[in-house]
């Protein structure tokens, strides 16, 4: 058992959905955007970075939109589903625009390749965990 | 003109829509994040915070969410639509909950009364970003 | 009064000094978040975009750390002053060193010129709460 | 190799130390973020919530912090290392100062016990930094 599954199953309240998949999205979301903010920072640092920009940008965005939702879907006291369902459909979309750029770049930078396997592996967690948020 | 404003139109790419509305906009969204960030702390440090346990919550999730969004929509280079777009969804439904939740406690608590204020202000600059993104 | 100066002094526990000081300091630290994430996206959409990266890199930084300190001086419930007199410490720092970066750029970008000042600005603010905190 | 460490050893710059015990720090930072909005929101849920106020405070200080010190810490490009420095002292006080907290509770509340083992975790991976950061 993770230390976030541990965390959700000691938690007084209940969770929105099953805790070992919750658990499992929750470390998805920090785990991308870990990868985004290295992945954008990996990008800044290469010559060629006026090819890069776009993918910059959206690993910027994308880690943002990742912490954010990972950070409220944590919570489980009082929570307001339509909030977690908004945010989490807005990640689907951080992720998959921000994994269609990194795929442009993956044969010339390793980051991106694996950013954008990170970003596709949270994207579909996303989408899992709205079906069950909706549920 | 305000800072905000300033930098938007000394930024080398074209804004999303009117820079003097997002400019605005983008205000509001930080300001948001800062007034719920206060007022879950003053919620907190009430003796009768047993009552007021949701409203700590929403105003937690509502700064997390503003924040983002202020972030994503500061930024005009290689802008995504559809992530403003969601995100700006994702921002009125948690500013909606947010208000609805503080002016429930707005005759007891001035902080919450004032932050109820400023989560209306935002979801409306949300709604109305919206509608000149969409367009 | 400031929206954020009517927060802190409708808070049920004592701010860590001076209200309307503590409030012009929290509106400068936000203030200077926005402007180093608006200006780290102007330098990434410059066409000589290889010429500030590091503007981009230390603006990124100084907007993170900016944020987090405009949070946790926001609150004033069961306050560590030793946490809050460290952040002021690596805002100060992150600060100095942005505010260092883009006076190299304002000749050359406005933006830069502009973000500059706000973290002068803003490092002079830190300065400032540094020395209330401690005292 | 985990991806954080993937991400640093195919990154175009040079890690500020070795990579492998940089990534292991990264990961625990944002480890630590997760488990104190977590315990936060946890204590918050408690029936005894008015008992909690110091844990929920410190908690998210330290989450907010964590997050900030591992962004940063993920960066390569450009490091300025007094800013990794001043908040990595920052981080440090705070998770210690919140892992002191949540072990005051470790007996009453296991999402406490385990929170607090996190701080501890995090408070000496980021001293262990700091003495790389500064050799």
């Known amino acids: 058992m993770t230390t976030t599954h541990e965390l959700l199953t000691t938690h007084p309240r209940e969770a929105a959905f ?28 290469e010559e060629d970075v006026s090819t890069v920009v776009r993918c910059i940008r959206l690993c910027t965005d994308c880690a943002d939109v990742c912490l954010t939702t990972g ?12 909030i977690a369902r908004t945010l989490l459909e807005a990640c689907v979309t951080a992720c998959g625009a921000c994994a269609e750029e990194c795929e442009r770049h993956a044969a010339h930078h390793d980051h991106c390749r694996v950013c954008g396997e990170e970003c596709r592996r949270c994207e579909r967690a996303c989408m899992e965990a709205l079906e069950a948020v909706a549920s």
């Open 18 to 45: 099953d805790t070992s998949r919750l658990a499992s999205t929750i470390d998805t979301l920090f785990g991308c955007a870990q990868s985004c903010t290295s992945c954008a920072d990996a990008c800044l640092g």
């Open 71 to 82: 950070r409220v879907l944590s919570r489980q006291t009082e929570t307001d589903p339509a």
